[in-house]
């Protein structure tokens, strides 16, 4: 049992903390024109997500851990814990994470958990910290690792590697990397294209540590043009409750307004655009009434 793996998201905290004053004071000192930057009332509400994100992930890890230590006791399979079985570990985990976040893109129930992380109009490193409180949607996605022997603390250190990771790919400062890296890696250019708003950057580039499983698994969009960040409707709010949890409240109110069980489970569990066919086309006007005209000499 692995019991000398570090946790990687507190040992960076420190870090977070100093990359993201340093890249306010650029910001402040050296503003680029071209850039969303930052906004006080945006950056705070992004670090009270990320500050009860470590709170209410406390409490998600009980039922999660308890799930995956019962899948553990009960597989034959065992992963060693070594120095050449961690790469490899890592290189599954980000494998399973790249269908966990297209999963959270296309079904709404999970949407309604990630949405926090895109709900600001800026791009900037405390957008990294902006994390939800609901992130109890995504433990099915690493079953298959559990089942194949991969100890849960084990997962946990390559879920926290990949997270750390990504934190540094959510800043305008840094422009496309040599072609080599941005072939092979998710980088700033990759994470501005995920993070935007315009059809043609709607629901691409989802690779935690890796851009290739989008380049083969067709979900890749080269950075073209300046994204335009947040949400195709944006939410307008500092409120870190409201930001939380305005997807739920969104759902609920579709469901309860909803005209049948089946347009209720698509309200759900199809993506966050979804609607009932009957509403997605308005119906064709009704054609006006042929009136034939009156005989002559009458009024």
């Not at 910290?129 to 022997?149: D, K, M």
């Not at 072609?179 to 092979?184: D, Q, S, T």
């Not at 380049?215 to 890749?220: D, E, I, M, P, V």
């Not at 089946?262 to 009136?291: C, H, L, M, N, S």
């Amino acid at each position: 049992m692995p019991t000398n793996l570090p946790d990687v998201v507190l040992w960076s905290i420190p870090a977070f903390v100093l990359l993201t004053v340093l890249e306010m004071a650029l910001h402040h000192f050296h503003p680029d024109e071209d850039a969303a930057g930052y906004e006080a009332k945006d950056a705070a509400t992004s670090i009270t997500m990320g500050l009860g994100s470590l709170v209410f992930d406390l409490m998600w890890k009980v039922p999660i851990v308890a799930l995956y230590t019962a899948v553990y006791e009960l597989t034959p399979l065992r992963v060693p814990v070594l120095w050449w079985t961690v790469p490899l570990m890592l290189l599954a985990q980000d494998f399973f994470y790249y269908w966990s976040h297209r999963g959270h893109h296309v079904i709404r129930i999970l949407w309604a958990c990630h949405v926090v992380h895109h709900s600001s109009e800026k791009f900037n490193l405390s957008t990294a910290l902006r994390q939800p409180w609901t992130s109890l949607t995504s433990w099915p996605f690493y079953l298959p690792l559990i089942a194949c022997g991969v100890h849960p603390a084990a997962l946990a250190f390559c879920s926290s590697a990949n997270l750390v990771y990504q934190f540094w790919v959510h800043t305008e400062r840094i422009d496309k990397l040599p072609r080599p890296f941005e072939y092979v890696l998710n980088t700033p250019s990759h994470h501005r294209v995920h993070h935007a708003s315009q059809g043609g950057y709607l629901d691409r580039n989802f690779g935690g540590i890796l851009i290739v499983w989008d380049r083969w698994f067709g979900s890749y969009a080269e950075e073209t043009v300046r994204p335009v960040y947040g949400l195709t409707k944006n939410i307008h709010t500092y409120n870190p409750l409201r930001v939380a949890t305005h997807e739920y409240a969104a759902i609920a109110r579709d469901v309860r307004a909803a005209g049948g069980w089946g347009e209720r489970a698509g309200r759900i569990f199809r993506g966050p655009g979804w609607r009932p066919a009957e509403t997605r086309t308005a119906p064709a006007p009704a054609p006006a009434p042929v009136v034939a005209p009156a005989p002559e000499g009458t009024a």
